[in-house]
């Protein structure tokens, strides 16, 4: 483990980044696929795929809101634990892994209680027609009995590979996509169980994978363990942990808002076709963005470590290169929705009126794509050093005071038109601010820290407290 821990601040920032960014970036093609391997199966149901499919998109925010909530703690969590292991304060990141646990817990119960008691007025309100609402409240119900697998899974894993083992990270999701995979067909065609077979193949798959997290958490092999004595939630560490996990929090949640505002847009201005033919574009958005996530995921032990231990032009050769990584492959997911989104659209049904209507959607949807490679490299240098106000406020922007609201402004005037169209515009924006935001603050992330550098050797940088 203290060989592990000694390599994110020895060895060859370009070796680390592609040891820790590929399995990452697997892992995350993974998720994705075990995110919409029910949608693929679900939409090729025969006679009902269509308005099912359309009926999980309507649940899908609902869902998304659970990840968020997950991510809140264990994306917040996560990159702290990793600066106190720089600092070399191991009780310290011992302590953030307790807490966080048990939080996961209480918020994962929490959040079953309140989805039971409310799904069906709540999914009324996001978009849901009288030919949908089965399908969407069938589905909820049972994957909601997973809920505490889910926010186990998704929170304690990005603990996982904030120590550098991210290829145990990426067997987590490679083991619960393939048991998804694999009990989808059976549960939806052999047994007959349609939508809600789906959700009783994910959510077992999600149990699995819990089970494969606690599995290397308790074993020796974990550099960070969690201990009893470190379970009982302490309100300052706890208020540490949810002010940086705010940022993945708000991204998640947003998008989960994001595709409330949207689906409601669009049942009025284009009914339930328009509403399934978002659920596919919401499913290549996140195929395609899955991967730079990934390398966010890869980059951010290098990051928090070397600041942690005040290693910065390492901490400044990592962030060059994550960025050039994260917009290329932006660029080449704009190019392939540009020519191909036809290809995307026949994995989820073959209706040809909802593949001309999709297909359409896409290239305005996806227009502004490859700007989104600068915004989130960007968001994640800020989050792995701990500067949790910014981040947020960049990840607020591109969903919040852009996107929604030109969702509902468009439409006004360019009807189902406008519901696209305000999507690359957010982008394109969101992305020209943060990078602005990153010129005026890179003096004071890399410049000032250098070793030479007599205001970084006066005004050293603020490690968060154990």
């Known amino acids: 483990m203290e060989q592990r821990q000694n390599e994110l601040g020895t060895a060859p920032v370009g070796y680390l980044l592609r040891k820790l960014a590929v399995p990452a970036i697997a892992a995350q093609l993974v998720n994705v696929l075990y995110n919409i391997v029910d949608r693929m199966y679900i939409g090729n149901i025969p006679e009902i795929g269509k308005l099912a499919m359309t009926g999980l998109g309507v649940a899908m925010p609902i869902i998304m809101i659970m990840s968020a909530f997950a991510s809140l703690v264990g994306m917040g969590g996560a990159p702290l634990a990793a600066i106190r292991l720089g600092a070399k304060d191991q009780e310290g990141a011992e302590k953030i892994i307790g807490n ?83 009990l989808d067909p059976v549960f939806i065609f052999v047994f007959h169980m349609d939508v809600a077979g789906a959700a009783w193949a994910t959510i077992l798959s999600q149990a699995i994978s819990f089970a494969w997290v606690l599995r290397f958490l308790f074993s020796e092999r974990n550099a960070i363990p969690i201990r009893k004595p470190f379970l009982r939630i302490e309100a300052r560490r706890a208020g540490q942990i949810l002010a940086l996990g705010l940022s993945p929090f708000i991204m998640q949640a947003t998008e989960s808002l994001v595709q409330i505002t949207l ?11 328009a509403v399934g033919s978002m659920t596919i574009m919401m499913s290549a958005m996140q195929l395609f963005m899955m991967p730079i996530m990934g390398l966010g995921q890869g980059a951010q ?116 038109q406008g519901i696209y169209m305000a999507e690359p515009i957010s982008d394109l924006t969101s992305a020209t601010i943060a990078c602005c935001i990153f010129l005026v603050q890179a003096k004071g992330i890399f410049g000032k820290m250098q070793a030479g550098d007599a205001d970084g050797a006066e005004n050293p940088p603020k490690l968060p407290q154990s």
């Open 263 to 273: 689906n409601v847009g669009l049942r009025q201005y284009g009914g339930d076709l």
């Open 100 to 182: 966080c646990a048990t939080m996961l817990s209480i918020v994962g119960a929490l959040l079953m209680v309140v989805i039971f008691c409310f799904k069906r007025p709540i999914l009324l309100a996001f978009g849901a027609s009288a030919d949908t609402i089965g399908y969407a409240e069938t589905y909820l119900t049972v994957y909601t009995i997973g809920t505490l697998f889910v926010m186990g899974t998704l929170g304690l894993n990005a603990f996982i590979t904030t120590q550098g083992q991210a290829g145990i990270a990426m067997k987590t999701v490679l083991i619960g996509a393939i048991c998804n995979i694999v």
């Open 301 to 416: 032990p290098i990051l928090s470590y070397n600041y942690g231990a005040k290693q910065y032009d390492r901490m400044k050769q990592a962030f060059k290169l994550f960025f050039i990584a994260c917009l290329s492959f932006a660029v080449l997911v704009w190019a392939v929705m540009m020519l191909l989104p036809q290809w995307f659209v026949m994995i989820f049904n073959r209706d040809p009126e909802l593949m001309a209507l999709t297909t359409w959607g896409m290239r305005i949807f996806f227009l502004g794509i490859f700007a989104m490679g600068a915004q989130n490299a960007i968001q994640q240098l800020l989050l792995s050093i701990g500067r949790a106000k910014t981040s947020i406020f960049i990840a607020t922007m591109r969903k919040v005071i852009l996107l929604i609201p030109l969702a509902m402004i468009l439409p006004r005037f360019f009807g189902l």
